[in-house]
């Protein structure tokens, strides 16, 4: 992607664009998904992360979430933690990325057409922390799904039955995956956004 180009936050990745973003090799799947059934560990094992998380970076954590299947109980899902991290800038790598980095957590994304996010991956538990400046509409996205998950067991089922459809193939990159769920995540944001009728 050039400077002038910004993708929306549903369109896939073409290759081209996934090891531009990504620092190091991508790393190729070459096969299919393993989602693992609900494990009620999950928020503890989020709880020791977030810990860690506020413990090395203090005040400048605005906002910490589980996020991703993992935060939805009764889901199955990769098991791995996914966090959303709000900072002031998450452009400003330099205010945040040293104290984790000393910590053993992995800058591998680093997305600044794509509203400034970075992911890092990390050290013991299996984690993808995903930061966002304060304010972003991503984060908004991500809790409202989340929050429309736990809270409707139809859209639960119908993401479980698309991730397990989704699951069976064989992809190249996980991202092919993920992308691959666009639509159906879309249309339960539209139900999780939609103005309540009360």
């Known amino acids: 992607m ?7 936050w549903n369109a896939p990745l073409t290759e081209e664009q ?4 990504t620092i190091g090799e991508v790393t190729p799947l070459h096969g299919t998904i393993l989602l693992a059934p609900y494990n009620p560990g999950w928020p503890a094992m989020f709880a020791r992360l977030e810990k860690q998380i506020r413990d090395l970076l203090g005040a400048r954590v605005l906002l910490l979430e589980h996020v991703g299947s993992t935060s939805i109980p009764g889901l199955s899902a990769k098991p791995i933690i ?8 998450s452009a400003d790598e330099i205010s945040y990325v040293p104290p984790l980095a000393a910590a053993g957590y992995v800058l591998k994304i680093r997305e600044p057409d794509w509203l400034e996010h970075r992911l890092l ?12 400046s304060r304010a972003c509409e991503e984060i908004d996205r991500m809790l409202a799904f989340r ?10 089922r119908l993401y479980e039955r698309v991730k397990q459809e989704l699951a069976a193939p064989r992809w190249k990159y996980v991202q092919n995956y993920a992308d691959a769920k666009s639509d159906v995540v879309t249309d339960i944001l539209t139900r999780a956004t939609a103005p309540s009728r009360a």
Do not use: Y
């Open 121 to 132: 991956k990390s050290p013991v538990i299996d984690g993808n922390l995903h930061v966002f």
């Open 82 to 89: 996914d966090m959303v991290l709000a900072v002031e800038d």
């Open 18 to 21: 996934l090891r531009a973003v």
């Open 147 to 156: 929050d429309r998950l736990r809270s409707s067991d139809t859209d639960r």
């Open 2 to 8: 050039t400077g002038k180009e910004r993708r929306s």
